[in-house]
């Protein structure tokens, strides 16, 4: 069973920036693919951006790219999330991912993950 706890949100102007991070409890963190999603209120959970296990290789949706960066430190068993030139429409809840199998790969598509976070509460004002 893998654990995961995001962090880091919160409130920012339209243009700022945050920084989620999300920790596991996985032993063998580098061996799961991660992925951050959100949801906004009245709206479907959508991907916002995937990475592999050795973190090589990112995937994002295309609403967020050139503006958000996944990364992680599988030393501290961590997957960050460094959201600048934040838009009103990036309000959600975001939650952290982790899927096992073909770790290597980074997914978008929700339905691949096995283990999610609780969520942490994004707002951008404009």
């Known amino acids: 069973q893998v654990q995961l706890v995001e962090s880091g949100g919160g409130l920012v102007q339209a243009g700022g920036s945050l920084r989620l991070s999300c920790l596991s409890s996985?032993?063998?963190?580098?061996?799961?693919?991660m992925g951050w999603f959100r949801q906004a209120p009245g709206k479907e959970r959508e991907s916002v951006a995937a990475i592999s296990g050795g973190g090589t290789r990112t995937l994002y949706t295309d609403s967020v790219k050139g503006r958000f960066t996944i990364s992680r430190d599988n030393n501290k068993g961590t997957v960050y999330l460094q959201m600048d030139s934040l838009k009103p429409e990036d309000t959600a809840v975001y939650y952290c991912a982790a899927a096992g199998g073909t770790y290597w790969v980074p997914r978008l598509r929700d339905s691949d993950y096995g283990y999610w976070g609780q969520g942490t509460q994004v707002t951008v004002s404009s």
């Open positions: 996985a032993r063998t963190f580098s061996h799961y693919a």
